[in-house]
């Protein structure tokens, strides 16, 4: 069974406007991290977010936040006024458990989707 | 600072060919992964080292091995190339303490084309 799950292999939306691609997830552990990165067409990796499973309030960065339903097993990321330059690869990945409970220190990455901001 | 650097950044190897992928990190970090990219996936975990003279099994390590001697470096190596190690790969590295909150780092990336 899949970890995680895009299931959006492809997102459009219009410069400035608001949009959410979607991430669930599969864990029984109940200490988990879960991180959003960027991949630009260059190819690099960049790291957005962060939300951890204990976390009260859902995390933000800017114009990043995530959007986390625990009970739903769900952490989608909203990008608010979307630009040009957010036109990428965005992907979702898992990290369960933490040093002190013998957790895994790998991360489990989604497929992926493709956001493409029109003008 | 440089955080992870990959070299080459490019490759074309012939089948059966071997080589090594060079990753070095400066944050001192303890975790270092490996990650392979095939076109249109996400990211699949080759090995990882959780410090020197400690190397995994990731979830595809088969046709790669690694070693890692220091902590800045963590070179991967191919040692008979086939057309399905035909990827972009990623090295990457993290500390690994007490917080699942850490974050890999990750290096440009390594587009490795074998023929």
């Known amino acids: 069974a899949q970890k995680i799950t895009q299931t959006q292999p492809g997102m459009f939306v219009q410069e400035k406007e608001a949009v959410t691609l979607d991430c669930t997830y599969d864990?029984?552990?109940?200490?988990?991290?879960l991180f959003w990165y960027k991949q630009p067409s260059s190819g690099e990796m960049i790291f957005l977010i962060y939300q951890g499973s204990y976390d009260q309030q859902n995390a933000t960065e800017g114009r990043y936040s995530l959007n986390f339903q625990k009970a739903r097993k769900s952490a989608n990321l909203v990008i608010s006024a979307s630009q040009l330059g957010d036109s990428a690869m965005y992907f979702c990945a898992m990290r369960e458990g933490t040093t002190t409970q013998g957790g895994s220190e790998k991360l489990v990455f989604g497929k992926g989707t493709k956001l493409t901001v029109n003008p | 600072n440089a955080g992870v650097t990959q070299t080459p950044k490019f490759r074309i190897l012939k089948i059966g060919q071997s080589m090594t992928l060079q990753c070095t990190q400066d944050m001192n970090h303890n975790y270092m992964y490996w990650y392979r990219q095939d076109p249109g996936m996400g990211l699949k975990l080759i090995y990882y080292s959780v410090g020197a003279g400690i190397t995994d099994k990731g979830e595809v390590p088969n046709g790669y091995n690694v070693s890692r001697s220091t902590t800045e470096d963590f070179p991967l190596r191919l040692e008979l190339a086939a057309p399905s190690q035909t990827s972009v790969y990623f090295c990457a590295s993290s500390y690994w303490g007490s917080s699942i909150q850490e974050t890999q780092y990750f290096g440009p990336g390594t587009r490795l084309l074998v023929l």
């Open positions: 864990t029984s552990d109940p200490s988990y991290g």
